[in-house]
């Protein structure tokens, strides 16, 4: 059976010919106005996004999700020594939603030229370190092999250090560090350097064997600073954290350490609380460019009912409900959505893509953390942008549509 409303719109939306000088414009208008707010609603929760994500992909990449510590590590910035044997690591491993477990050794110390000095923090890894994060910032040089065996007297530090010592990779620095024995030196060979452009970590961190990190702190062989732990699923943080305190929290090792967790929203609130100021941003965008494309197509199928008004009046004259009629003109303003989604979705996802893969748009490290927009392209939200315009716009639509019950049929004959 023909849908009649949809074949009447069909004839009047695509019957270019016969279209009246006042709506065509009114109609680019509004398809313009749907075009535009979509591509910049998408452009918008593209780039936060990518701004949420690579960020917080960098604090992880350098705090982890969850670290597992000494209380008195964790509630100052002194380091407490904990016993994280192999039997321990194999029990943080068996928590559900636990993915990797890494342990690290910290030791506070000075980098010295013979021209200036810089006070940096050491951070010690071992074989099970997961250094793919560093070898994403690394800009020069290599990461050696660190073993928690042995110690091979390299390592690895970041741009920042670099330039203020003026340094280079292949280059030798002597380091010092004070313990209850004095203060004693070590000559490391620099084999790497590292920008992220998060000043927490590039102005202090670091990286050699963590051997050599536990010889410094003079702490037994079984103990370090603490674990990091990487979970499965970032949405289930605080579930995976919960399971974590539930088998390490208030407990103590042999040497009298407490263990403690923190997650990384924990250990660095001011990144987070910023990112998700970011959210709210998103949704006045969003507000606003829907508001435009509403506003714009009530405009547009006003003009159209006020142009159309012979044809109402015909069309009730042949015995046309007030129902059929404003669905006529509610599909009309379907294909003209439609029409601007479509434009809309080429622009946002066209704009989106260029900064991806040319960089366009730059911007100021020491302020955003990141040297260009990151962006990031999530088919499931782009179509729920598009359905959410689409039913916001035809909603808007349906109390203005009532325009046509208020026509009468003998007088619209005589409008023009």
Not at 357 to 373: A, C, F, H, N, W
């Amino acid at each position: 059976m023909m849908n009649l409303p949809l074949f009447v719109a069909k004839k009047i939306y695509f019957n270019q010919e016969g279209s009246a000088k006042v709506s065509t414009p009114a109609i680019r208008i509004a398809t313009l106005g749907i075009a535009v707010g979509l591509a910049v609603m998408i452009a918008s929760v593209c780039v936060v996004l990518g701004f949420k994500h690579t960020i917080r992909n960098k604090v992880v990449g350098f705090g982890s999700h969850i670290t597992v510590a000494d209380f008195m590590t964790l509630q100052s910035a002194e380091q407490y020594p904990i016993q994280m044997g192999d039997s321990m690591v194999a029990n943080l491993k068996s928590i559900k939603g636990v993915k990797h477990v890494q342990r690290y050794a910290c030791k506070q110390g000075i980098l010295k030229t013979e021209k200036d000095f810089l006070g940096i923090v050491l951070k010690g890894i071992g074989p099970e370190y997961d250094t793919t994060f560093i070898h994403q910032n690394l800009i020069e040089g290599y990461i050696p092999a660190f073993s928690d065996k042995v110690g091979h007297q390299k390592i690895v530090i970041s741009k920042v250090m670099a330039d203020k010592l003026r340094l280079k990779s292949g280059q030798k620095v002597f380091a010092y560090f004070i313990n209850q024995q004095g203060v004693r030196t070590r000559r490391f060979t620099i084999t790497g350097i590292y920008q992220t452009n998060l000043k927490q970590f590039d102005d202090v961190i670091c990286l050699t064997d963590i051997y050599t990190a536990n010889k410094l702190n003079s702490w037994e062989a079984d103990q370090y600073s603490g674990a990091e732990l990487m979970v499965d699923d970032f949405s289930k943080l605080n579930a995976t954290y919960d399971n974590v305190l539930a088998k390490v929290s208030k407990t103590v090792d042999k040497y009298g350490g407490t263990y403690a967790a923190q997650t990384i929203i924990e250990m660095y609130p001011q990144l987070f609380s910023w990112l998700d100021l970011m959210d709210l941003n998103v949704w006045i965008i969003l507000a606003l460019m829907v508001a435009v494309a509403g506003v714009t197509i009530i405009s547009g199928l006003l003009i159209i009912i006020l142009e159309r008004t012979q044809m109402i009046g015909i069309l009730k004259s042949l015995g046309s409900r007030n129902n059929q009629i404003r669905s006529i003109f509610l599909w009309f303003a379907v294909f003209i959505i439609g029409k601007g989604l479509l434009i809309g979705n080429v622009l946002g996802i066209g704009m989106v893509l260029i900064q991806k893969y040319t960089q366009l748009i730059e911007l100021d490290p020491s302020k955003y953390y990141v040297d260009t927009v990151p962006v990031e392209l999530n088919a499931p939200l782009i179509i729920a942008l598009n359905v959410a315009t689409l039913l916001i716009c035809v909603l808007v639509l349906i109390a203005p549509s009532y325009l046509v019950s208020h026509i009468h049929p003998a007088k619209s004959m005589h409008y023009e």
